[in-house]
């Protein structure tokens, strides 16, 4: 997506030269020096927070970035599928061979819809359809079906189902490029979201029961519970990293940004079907407002300086190509080395990776 | 949904449980957002509000006159109802109830601040409604007193508001006994009015009303509601002096 505005920082290209050359060295020295390159902001989260909602979150980072997400379920009517008569058949056939318990796991298999879940991105000063609250909210929803699991739970018989509403609410100006913080917040939310027990049975009008204590959560905790056909139990988390040469960095703050070769967002849940590390779910490469940056002009196309300044534009960009390695700064023209995108994806799904370790804190705030 | 207040003239206590002159949990802090210049975030039993300030900065251009080569100051609101803040899920942009809110808010703080300080410039409030439950305009006037505090931004006095309802009378020949700080419930059946005073002695800055009451209720209601706009001053000149001596 085109970086907007907003996301835009004001350095100068001596500046930006400067930041991408210290972000490039081995190791990397980062604009707050204390943090490696894997290392996140700090931040301060809740759950909980709000008495009108299934489940929400509230995640304040240390530069003032922070977001709010509510999950709200309502029961809607569904529209009558085409395929009842064929689920019916194999019902019938599931009831004859294997016991009950196993029958109602395959009624509640491959039933959601994706239209089920309606996410919404408020962020002040942008309009609701603006290029980057619909390409946050498209881009959480698709990791967030991807798994399918959720989108089953939400059925509740041939007639009803759950319909999820998530309103993410950037509650601070989009400092920096919020997808990570509305990613993790989500994330909390959906974690702690519980939806009331059903009492009716089968195609009965739904009936719930009214203790709150009774409802159960929407991503079941997997505590003994482990079978093969839940294979994801937890909502995916996006993490963010970026390329500056040949070094990675995650969560960067706006100012590294400006100077980003590459941007990747990966999305990515913990997989239960092997013991450790996460499992990729989505990889998008983002536009970085690196390339909106001025460029520099060097000393030798600069009369000011002594320099000649080049006759043509043909002539002038014949002499940037010639300076390209130099330190002057130019606007990365994007593009990722292959390499490169397998190297972020493995730090963050190995084990004890980037994704598990987020995952892991998410899960502690909930537990704690 | 008819909602029975009719057992309130039996023991005197409303559906929540409190007297006539109970203010519901009021609950607030300042400076809750780094990001911004000054914030605030307020409870009034169940409805929650987030009020950001912006500025004051250089007006916006194409904002439309306003702030830009006035030699006063300008005040921009903007409320945002959260899509969960309701019973039900509701997406709202812009309809007449947030406009009005924001008219009442702009027009009742404008003449406080010390606007002519800031020439050319513009103050943007911006509050999120989090979660609703009565008593919207005396919270969203509320946290805008305490976030344009925390902001440092210069005002006379605090405007502090309050709710206030009528109910039916529990003797025959008055006119309605005054109900403080209403909740949703109470808001449906019963005609209320919304109250805000300035300062220590109680001046009125703000009175909407938009339901039917007998004329001689209002003095009852507008009685109690100066009186509960002092102890709401009280709370929310207790939450600034509790920050100002963090730093102290």
């Known amino acids: 997506m085109a970086p ?13 030269s400067y930041l991408r050359s210290s972000l490039a060295q081995s190791p990397p020295i980062r604009l707050d020096h204390t943090k490696g390159p894997k290392d996140f902001r700090s931040m301060r989260a809740e759950y909980d927070v709000l008495p009108g909602a299934n489940g929400s979150a509230r995640i304040a980072l240390d530069d003032g970035l922070e977001a709010l997400v509510g999950v709200k379920a309502e029961v809607e009517k569904s529209q009558r599928s085409p395929r009842v008569d064929e689920q019916e058949h194999r019902l019938t056939v599931a009831a004859g061979d294997m016991d009950m318990q196993d029958a109602d796991d395959d009624d509640t298999k491959a039933k959601g819809q994706n239209a089920w879940v309606e996410m919404s991105v408020e962020i002040p000063g942008f309009r609701d359809e603006d290029a980057l609250p619909v390409f946050l909210a498209s881009m959480l929803t698709e990791s967030l079906l991807a798994s399918g699991g959720l989108k089953d739970r939400l059925y509740i018989n041939r007639r009803f189902h759950w319909k999820l509403y998530i309103d993410i ?17 989500t994330h909390l939310a959906l974690l702690t979201s519980r939806l009331p027990a059903l009492k009716s049975e089968k195609d009965e009008d739904p009936l719930f029961d009214d203790d709150w204590d009774a409802s159960v959560p929407l991503y079941p905790k997997s505590k003994g519970k482990t079978k093969g056909t839940q294979a994801m139990d937890r909502p995916p988390v996006i993490v963010l990293a970026m390329a500056v040469d040949q070094n990675i960095i995650f969560d960067p ?57 080049p006759a043509s534009t043909a002539d002038a960009i014949t002499q940037r190509e010639l300076l390209a390695s130099s330190d002057v700064w130019t606007p990365p023209r994007g593009g990722m080395k292959r390499a490169l995108v397998g190297q972020i994806v493995k730090a963050v799904v190995e084990k004890g990776g980037v994704a598990e370790e987020v995952i892991q804190a998410l899960q502690s705030i909930d537990v704690g | 949904m008819p909602l029975d207040t009719s057992t309130y003239s ?13 203010l519901r949990r009021l609950h607030a802090q300042i400076s809750v ?4 210049s000054g914030s605030s975030y307020l409870e009034m039993g169940n409805t929650k509000i987030l009020c950001t300030v912006s500025g004051p900065s250089e007006a916006r251009r194409g904002a439309g006159g306003g702030g830009a080569g006035s030699s006063e100051g300008n005040l921009e609101v903007d409320v945002s109802f959260a899509g969960f803040s309701g019973v039900e899920r509701r997406k709202r942009r812009q309809d007449k109830r947030t406009t009005d809110l924001s008219h009442t808010l702009t027009s009742s703080l404008t003449p406080l601040l010390h606007l002519h300080l800031y020439p050319h410039s513009t103050i943007t409030l911006t509050l999120s409604i989090l979660s609703q439950d009565g008593s919207l305009l005396a919270a969203c006037i509320n946290s805008a007193t ?23 009378s529990t003797s025959d020949e008055e006119a309605g006994d005054p109900l403080l700080d209403v909740n949703s419930a ?4 019963l005609p209320f009015l919304t ?3 300035v300062g220590r002695e109680g001046r009125v800055g703000v009175c909407v009303m938009e339901s039917r009451v007998r004329g001689e209720g209002v003095e009852g209601m507008v009685a109690v509601g100066i009186e509960g706009c002092a102890r709401v001053r009280e709370i929310v000149d207790g939450v600034v002096r509790g920050y100002g001596k963090r730093f102290a």
């Open chain 2, 10 to 22: 039996l023991a005197l206590l409303r559906l929540d449980g409190r007297r006539w002159n109970e």
């Open chain 2, 186 to 189: 109470e808001e449906q059946e």
């Open chain 1, 253 to 309: 703050c706006k100012e590294e940004l400006a100077v980003a070769d590459a941007v990747l967002a990966v999305a990515c849940t913990d997989s239960t079907s092997s013991p450790s590390g996460a499992q990729v779910i989505a990889i998008r490469t983002i536009d970085p407002p690196s390339h909106l940056t001025p460029l520099g002009v060097p000393n030798a196309m600069n009369s000011a300086t002594g320099g000649v300044v």
């Open chain 1, 4 to 16: 907007s505005q907003h996301v835009q920082v004001n350095l100068s290209p001596a500046e930006l």
């Open chain 2, 146 to 168: 305490l976030a344009l505090i925390d902001a440092g931004v210069p005002m006379t006095d605090y405007l502090t508001a309050v709710t206030c309802a009528s109910s039916p």
């Open chain 1, 169 to 185: 609410l950037l509650l601070s100006p989009a400092l920096s490029y919020p997808l990570a913080l509305l990613s993790m917040t």
């Open chain 2, 195 to 197: 109250l805000g005073t």
């Open chain 2, 33 to 36: 957002q780094a990001a911004a």
